[in-house]
């Protein structure tokens, strides 16, 4: 490697420590020290999920369980510790020693944190009454969080948890404008709030961190510290380099193997696009094309699920939707978007004119070349099903054996694959210039199959054991720990090479290399969880999302699109430079409740998962958006090219996934919401169609070259497949409906389960001489009266004379039941009451699929022109 290559793969090093794991590394006893404080965080995590301190606790009688508050202070001290000694506070600040500062930060930041633990019973006795010890370590702790943050995550997240603080303090002024002007809070309350009890820092996203995403993120460490990484990339590249931009290709598919695990867009990037940017460069794409391709892809990778950039997990505790349910809603428009992707590239590659890199063989039969292409994915599937069905076998047969029959067949099918890993060389680390010639299949495949087992055993335990996700990436982590530790005695074992206690040290050394680096990269997640939860404790202080819904409801005008189109735009502003999990947390908590109270009063109520996805699709896209696009950045340092440039080419290819968050919303079968197998099945189907013919407009090119009116056609088939109900409902109208006044009969007629919808109008509490409507979804529980069974909902209807004719008076819900939150803004004391104005009964209409038939019609007409214009262009 000449010097200049070598320079550029340090900075590219540096710029991923900076970012993940923290640049100084200090040598000789601190170093090892640092390295232990990280080990050690990655065995108290461990600890915790396991069942050893419950087993301790009962068999020798030591108490040395961790409840859940407790977890998460002991999680963030680790967390503060090794962001103050492991990332410079300064540019200029040392990175082969650690400064006498930073050690006084670290001690800090600790104290603050176990000051919760020492002291916790004093603190519940004075709940809500702070000392002035209380104040001072609050003060203190919420001061060294934010250094945290600046150290390893950049200003960004710091100056938005700054505002929040400020608004805290400083919302009552009398120069704000009136509309986002609060009652505030005193320091005491404030400090309270924020660090001695859950609503702040050590609220639901720490937890989150400290019991689910470390052993995901420690996971994907040691996934990668064992070879996987560079084994899923050479796969890609073996199967798909040989198509056209088949560099770019094997980017794609590279990054959606990595963000299986990964939580980092960034990292991905760099990971990946070490190795496809310069082969994609090398083969025809342009350096901004080129970069573009793998930040779409990357970012992409923090939508798929299971892991998705470690967000998954948070929006299932905001959401209260289960962790596998998450997963199932995620599926299908994180592969539509991959497959949109893949076909986007291929339409580069057409247009460039691109052929792919050469394969070792010259010659394949159409069956070959097909095999070649899914052989190592066939292999995997069969695995698959191998463990899923052998093992749900064992469970039904042996119910009280399984998990040491689980451990069994994870043995066998683990010395099964390495003996056919050992049979050939292992993978070298190449760097790109070296790939004259693509690896063969059959020569990739079998050498790290095994590395499969342990995502098995993750999804296994997910999926059909239906075990906790932190206990699930805790079996996970312990296969993928045994898996570091043996593969390299095993392999000279079966090799008949001279096995000896060198390969086990090496072993042991990968597993707490890999535990050491799961552990610093858990670092910017755990203080951006933290300083995310002020952003939290804010919200819920202050109300502050009611603010940002008021000022959207009036930009928009009562208009829907203008409200989904201005959230999206604020979600892209709120979420640039942030990382995913804090990302989401910010977006989440400011912007999903506009959706969701805005949309009401429009009559616009869609499911709480499909508004959580809507705003975090739109989050993520932030790493690719100039100007500040982290990720874009990242793949320019790679490509040589443009980094705002690359970032508008990136936000052009992931156009097409801009588009899903607005289908969601209108369209939720695309998230498998209330759809059968069969049904889902055919919604995957429409959906990929439809995101292709999206791609190809967009991009300008189908068969051949399109013209504006084909693009055009394009896009209006494209969108008649995503969201047919549109044209439905210019012919018919979805709802009959009815005077508010028989709202009790109706809710008698319903069967149990099913919802019954209605519009609640009345008084605006904060302005009583402005009427507001809102639009309620109740769920009917078991049948009897309409008004017992609308009372055992949380709403009790009144009886008021003044209320109009046609309608209900409704009483006030009474604190704790389902509506009192969502009815408060109404003045249930004014003069006018608040009434039941109408209920809403979907209308007996067309199926919405007719108006498939018309585009495919359209599609087939286009399909036909632009062949024969292709075989025009093709004779000339």
């Keep these: 490697m000449d010097a200049h290559a070598r320079s550029k793969t340090e900075a590219l090093e540096e710029m991923v420590a900076e970012i993940e794991s923290g640049s100084r590394h200090p040598a000789g006893p601190v170093g090892l020290f640092l390295s232990a404080l990280a ?6 995590q461990l600890y915790v999920a396991s069942g050893v301190p419950f087993w301790l606790s009962e068999t020798v009688g030591l108490n040395v369980v961790f409840n859940n508050q407790e977890v998460r202070q002991v999680h963030l001290a680790f967390a503060m510790a090794l962001c103050a000694l492991a990332y410079p506070l300064f540019k ?8 006498w500062y930073d050690w006084l930060l670290a001690a800090v930041g600790v104290g603050c944190c176990l000051y919760l633990l020492i002291f916790k019973n004093d603190i519940a006795d004075r709940a809500g009454l702070p000392t002035v010890a209380d104040m001072t370590i609050s003060a203190l702790g919420l001061i060294s969080l934010g250094i945290a943050v600046l150290r390893s995550l950049g200003l960004p997240l710091l100056l938005v948890a700054t505002v929040f603080l400020c608004y805290v303090f400083f919302g009552d002024l009398p120069w704000l404008p009136e509309v986002v002007q609060w009652k505030g809070a005193s320091f005491g309350k404030a400090m309270w709030h924020f660090w001695m009890q859950t609503e702040g820092v050590f609220g639901v996203a720490l937890g989150v961190s400290a019991t689910m995403i470390f052993l995901f993120v420690l ?29 770019a290709k094997a980017a794609v598919v590279a990054s959606g193997l990595s963000g299986l695990y990964s939580g980092s867009s960034i990292a991905n990037v760099v990971t990946t696009g070490t190795f496809t940017i310069p082969l994609m460069v090398k083969t025809g794409f342009t350096r901004e094309k080129a970069g573009a391709v793998e930040v779409a892809s990357s970012t992409n990778g923090q939508l798929t699920p299971p892991v998705m950039g470690a967000a998954a997990f948070l929006i299932a505790e905001f959401t209260g939707e289960a962790y ?12 539509a978007s991959y497959i949109a992707l893949f076909y986007i590239v291929h339409l580069e590659a057409m247009k460039l004119g691109l052929e792919g890199m050469p394969r070792p063989s010259a010659r394949f039969t159409a069956m070959q070349k097909l095999m070649g292409f899914l052989g190592g994915f066939v292999a995997m599937g069969v695995l698959g099903v191998l463990v899923y069905y052998v093992l749900g076998a064992v469970a039904r047969a042996l119910p009280g ?16 694959l390495v003996r056919i890993a050992a049979a050939r060389p292992d993978l070298e680390h190449k760097e ?4 004259d010639v693509l690896p063969r299949v059959d020569e990739v495949a079998p050498t790290g199959l095994y590395y499969v087992l342990p995502i098995l055993v993750l999804l296994w335990c997910i999926l059909v054991d239906r075990l906790s996700p932190a206990l699930s990436a805790f079996w996970a982590s312990l296969a993928m720990l045994f898996v570091v530790l043996t593969q390299d005695f095993l392999k000279a074992l079966f090799r008949r090479e001279h096995a000896h206690l060198g390969h086990f040290r090496e072993g042991v050394v990968g ?25 939290i404790g804010t919200v819920s202080l202050t109300g502050a999302h009611q603010v940002v819904g008021e000022f959207v409801e009036m930009l928009a005008g009562g208009n829907v699109m203008v409200m989904l189109l201005l959230v999206a735009v604020m979600s892209l502003i709120l979420g640039m430079g942030l990382p995913t999990t804090a990302n989401y947390i910010v977006v989440s908590s400011l912007m999903a409740p506009v959706i969701v109270s805005v949309g009401a009063q429009t009559g616009l109520v869609v499911p709480l998962i499909a508004v959580h996805m809507f705003v975090f699709y739109f989050g993520i896209l932030a790493d690719d958006t100039p100007p500040v696009g982290v990720a874009a950045f990242a793949a320019a340092a790679i490509s040589g090219g443009d980094p705002i440039r690359t ?16 289908l969601f919303i209108f369209n939720t079968e695309l998230l498998l919401i209330d759809v059968t197998p069969l049904h889902a099945v055919f919604v995957f189907v429409i959906a990929v169609v439809a995101m292709l013919l999206f791609a190809a407009a967009t991009q300008g090119y189908f068969i051949t070259r399109s013209r504006g009116w084909e693009s055009a056609a394009l896009l209006l088939v494209a969108f008649t497949l995503f969201r047919p109900g549109f044209w439905l409902d210019q012919v018919e109208d979805p709802f009959v409906h009815l005077p508010g006044a028989s709202v009790a009969k109706v809710a008698a007629a319903l069967p149990e389960g099913d919802f019954l919808r209605m519009v609640v109008s009345g008084p605006d509490f904060d302005k009583p001489d402005r009427q507001v409507a809102l639009t309620l979804v109740v769920p009917m529980g078991a049948p009897g009266a309409g008004a017992a069974r609308l009372q055992a909902a949380g709403l009790v209807l009144g009886d008021n004379p003044d209320a109009p004719t046609g309608t209900v008076a409704l009483d006030e819900p009474l604190a704790g039941t389902p509506y009192f939150a969502k009815l408060q803004g109404f003045d249930f004391y004014a003069d006018t009451p608040v009434v039941i104005e109408r209920v809403e009964q979907d209308a007996e209409r067309l199926p919405k699929e007719v108006f498939y038939a018309p585009a495919l019609v359209l599609l087939a007409f286009i399909v036909l022109r632009q062949r024969a214009r292709r075989r025009r262009e093709a004779a000339a």
């Design 401 to 416: 054996m399984t998990p040491w029959a689980g451990a069994f067949i994870f043995l066998l099918a683990y010395l099964v």
């Design 647 to 662: 970032g508008l080419q990136g936000f052009g290819y992931d156009i097409r996934t801009a588009l899903l968050p607005f």
């Design 219 to 247: 996971f994907g460490a040691l996934l990668e510290r064992a070879g996987a990484g560079n084994y899923f990339i050479q796969l890609a590249l073996s199967l798909l380099g040989h198509l056209r931009g088949g560099p």
């Design 39 to 44: 080990l050690l965080w990655s065995l108290f």
């Design 511 to 535: 597993m707490v290399e890999g535990m050491i680096a799961g552990a610093r990269n858990m670092v910017p997640i755990g203080v951006a969880t933290g300083v995310a939860g002020v952003v």
């Design 324 to 335: 596998t349910d998450v997963i199932r809603h995620a599926v299908v428009p994180a592969l």
């Design 432 to 435: 790109p210039e070296h790939f």
């Design 92 to 99: 200029g600040s040392p990175h082969d020693r650690i400064p």
